[in-house]
């Protein structure tokens, strides 16, 4: 059953410290879990369902049964470890500080979070323990540098990848502190079996015993349904939760990782490591994925650049992080306050409701652009190189606001995590940090006969132009007559014709950010 945090268990027999589970969904290479195994009191291992983010969701939303099943197997294999897993179903803020008192806790340890509400939460937090003598240890790991551990010359944060990712290689190769021993961990780098090794060597959990934990709630007794993430790559098998479905994708990406350059753009390749929604929810540390890809670089010559560029990639993520956390205006404002004046379409504007529509289900008559948005749809992932060309499209194209795209896809992607999300949003509108710029803009119908040559994945995704030639495919209201009564795709009836002329939008595109431009950057 569900521990309940108003419930008031017997006073405890002996004090005992609480970690508190939350993006870090595993036992091996786990901070916490190493910082709580330096202290002599019981370790009761938390997770908090949070209301005030559940409530927020979809009924049928895939990230909450992934969460789910990962639970259950986290819960399976602590209490074969002699352990068990506490698992509250309520708002964090109120449910932790009663919990920690209830049940003796000393402290209370668990990993840092860089988003500006569960920063508030854990302010909250840790204010209602101090106030019954209790600690709220945070330890570093979602990534290996944070915050302002990297800095430029002057002794600001970085605002613009390429010197960032200098410094963090910099920095990892003379073995900064950060990189040698994140979050009280021994090695971090070097050790991921650090937890897991002492597992067996942990007390047996009374604490959790005498609330009578031995099952999950039912995501019905949750208020949602059950839904099987449908896996990446298209296919009817569904997406994998659990650290061991991380730890496989991680194997097979090894095999691949050489290639990784060359096939990363390809949607219909197999070219992606797959890792995102495990990365998100900490099903699989970044050090170990680090790990893997510096191992390649240093023993592999073969695979050496295929695992740089992959690496190149988990140190975006990480600049994300490090511009979120010191810069948290942008969740909702332009990092560059100036694209703040760019006057997007109005909600009000006629033509608004039938473009953001036309987006969201995948009808905008380009075809790459749709099976991109119907791939975010169907299974809840979409291939990096998607976002840029959908992102690009709704802003450059339809002329909407950033913000409306990047909040479609935090109710979409299992994978969402708000620092990389709206990094990639503002990335692709122009409006962030080291972003593309303005006047670059993606043409729709070129990425499609670039990336998906063959139409692979836009026939997968959009089957009713299955049977257009691979020339015809991209820009089907280019086609003659003659191939589309052959291939029997009738424009405006089982296909949209184009929302906008791409030319046209983009002089408009132009335009709006010349008029910014023009009163001063």
Request: net charge neutral; with cysteine; hydrophobic share 40%.
């Amino acid at each position: 059953m569900t521990a309940n945090a108003s419930k008031s268990p017997s006073a405890p027999s002996s004090p005992c410290q609480l970690v508190w589970l939350r993006r870090d969904l595993r036992l091996e290479d786990h901070a916490a879990l190493s910082e709580a195994l330096q202290h002599a009191e019981p370790i009761v291992p938390v997770f908090v369902l949070d209301r005030d983010i559940l409530d927020g969701l979809p009924t049928a939303d895939r990230r909450v049964a992934f969460l789910h099943e990962t639970l259950g197997m986290l819960q399976a294999e602590l209490v074969q470890a002699g352990g068990g897993l506490l698992v509250v179903h309520g708002r964090a803020h109120q449910a932790m500080p009663a919990l920690a008192k209830a049940l003796g806790a000393v402290r209370v340890i668990c990993a840092e979070d860089y988003e500006p509400r569960a920063i508030e939460r854990d302010q909250a937090v840790a204010q209602a323990l101090a106030a019954n003598g209790i600690d709220l240890v945070q330890v570093q790991d979602q990534c290996v540098f944070a915050k302002q551990q990297l800095l430029t010359g002057a002794g600001r944060p970085f605002s613009v990848f390429t010197p960032y990712k200098n410094a963090w290689l910099k920095a990892f190769t003379d073995g900064h502190a950060a990189a040698r021993s994140t979050a009280g961990l021994a090695s971090a780098l070097m050790d991921p079996g650090v937890v897991t090794s002492r597992l067996k060597a942990m007390p047996a959990q009374q604490s959790i015993e005498r609330y009578g934990v031995s099952q999950l709630p039912n995501l019905s007794e949750m208020g949602f349904a059950s839904v099987e993430p449908a896996a990446p790559q298209g296919k009817a098998a569904p997406l994998q939760a659990g650290p061991r479905a991380a730890q496989a994708l991680l194997q097979d990406f090894v095999g691949r990782m050489g290639q990784y350059k060359d096939a990363r753009d390809f949607p219909a390749k197999k070219g992606p490591s797959y890792l995102s929604v495990h990365l998100r929810f900490g099903t699989i540390s970044t050090r170990e994925c680090v790990r893997q890809a510096m191992g390649l670089i240093q023993t592999d010559p073969a695979q050496s650049v295929g695992a740089q560029t992959w690496l190149s990639e988990l140190i975006w993520r990480e600049f994300y992080f490090q511009i979120l956390a010191n810069f948290p205006h942008v969740v909702s404002q332009s990092f560059k306050p100036i694209y703040d004046r760019i006057e997007w379409l109005a909600e009000d504007d006629p033509r608004f409701e039938s473009r953001w529509q036309a987006w969201c289900t995948g009808q905008t008559g380009y075809p790459l652009v749709d099976a991109g948005m119907r791939q975010l749809n169907q299974t809840g992932y979409m291939h990096n190189r998607l976002r840029m060309v959908v992102a690009s499209f709704l802003t450059k194209d339809l002329g909407i606001h950033w913000l409306r795209g990047e909040r479609y896809f935090a109710l979409q992607l299992n994978d969402y995590d708000l620092s990389a999300n709206n990094g990639g949003w503002q990335w692709a509108a122009s409006t962030g940090c080291d972003a593309q710029p303005y006047f670059r803009i993606f043409n729709p119908v070129s990425q499609s006969e670039k990336f998906d040559p063959k139409g692979q994945f836009i026939r997968r995704y959009v089957p009713e132009l299955t049977n257009l030639s691979d020339k015809d495919i991209h820009a089907p209201w280019l086609a003659p007559a003659i191939s589309l009564q052959s291939a029997d795709v009738k424009l405006g009836e089982h296909y949209p014709r184009p929302v906008v002329d791409h030319a046209q939008a983009r002089a408009e595109t132009l335009a709006r950010f010349a008029v910014v431009k023009q009163s001063g950057d």
